[in-house]
T-cell receptor, first 112, second 114 residues
Framework: EDKVVQSPLSLVVHEGDTVTLNCSYE??????LLWYKQEKKAPTFLFML????IEKKSGRLSSILDKKELFSILNITATQTGDSAVYLC????????????FGKGTLLTVNP | GAGVSQTPSNKVTEKGKYVELRCDPI?????LYWYRQSLGQGPEFLIY????????DSGLPNDRFFAVRPEGSVSTLKIQRTERGDSAVYLC????????????FGPGTRLTVL
């Protein structure tokens, strides 16, 4: 059965800290890995990763994929209170390219 | 442009009642998905539409759940004889043709079954 495991499940930091969120996966016919940020309800798309070792970057957020070790990390530098959210990792699973299997998410709290 | 919208944002119903949840996808997106998210969990896949047809409904938990997309745009998720275990946030997502793994989510409908 395809699965996605995220760690830690929750994390509390102070503004300005750097955080690393982890996502490991087991899936047949890997196609891509996606990161989402969920604040109130709607997950918002952050990154899609398909190739090992190529960092994707958007402002203070960056992510990289390791297809050999089957994991991805999401880094956030110089955290701000607005970064507080649940960060979800997902992979298309079941042999499909559309049926996303999500991890439980990491709840990040950034305190001022 | 407008994102995915869902109505109602909250729905409270009694056990045994019928509910309908509506999703308006991003204009021009051909693919539409429904997911269900329980507290402390990631979203779980329910159903995928490509155009008007349900291409994959393998995530629907049982025959009390049904979804339609008659004109290939708006979709309605229908739940009959609701049970307390159906309480969750129901999320809708859409994606453009050729990019089915880039899914854009709506704000969800929080369903509470008393």
């Amino acid at each position: 059965e395809d699965k996605v495991v995220q760690s830690p499940l929750s994390l509390v930091v102070h503004e300005g800290d750097t955080v690393t969120l982890n996502c490991s996966y087991e899936v047949t016919n890997f196609r891509s890995l996606l990161w989402y940020k969920q604040e109130k309800k709607a997950p918002t798309f952050l990154f899609m990763l398909t190739s090992s070792g190529i960092e994707k970057k958007s402002g203070r957020l960056s992510s990289i994929l390791d297809k050999k070790e089957l994991f991805s990390i999401l880094n956030i530098t110089a955290t701000q209170t607005g970064d507080s959210a649940v960060y979800l990792c997902a992979v298309p699973s079941g042999g499909s390219n559309y049926k996303l299997t999500f991890g439980k998410g990491t709840l990040l709290t950034v305190n001022p | 442009g407008a994102g995915v919208s869902q109505t109602p944002s909250n729905k409270v119903t009694e056990k045994g009642k019928y509910v309908e949840l509506r999703c308006d996808p991003i204009s021009g997106h051909t693919a539409l998905y429904w997911y269900r998210q329980s507290l402390g969990q990631g979203p779980e896949f329910l159903i995928y539409f490509q155009g008007t047809g349900a291409a994959d409904d393998s995530g629907l938990p049982n025959d009390r759940f049904f979804a339609v997309r008659p004109e290939g745009s708006v979709s309605t998720l229908k739940i009959q004889r609701t049970e307390r275990g159906d309480s969750a946030v129901y999320l809708c997502a859409s994606s453009p043709a050729g990019s089915v793994n880039e899914q854009f989510f709506g704000p969800g409908t929080r369903l509470t079954v008393l």
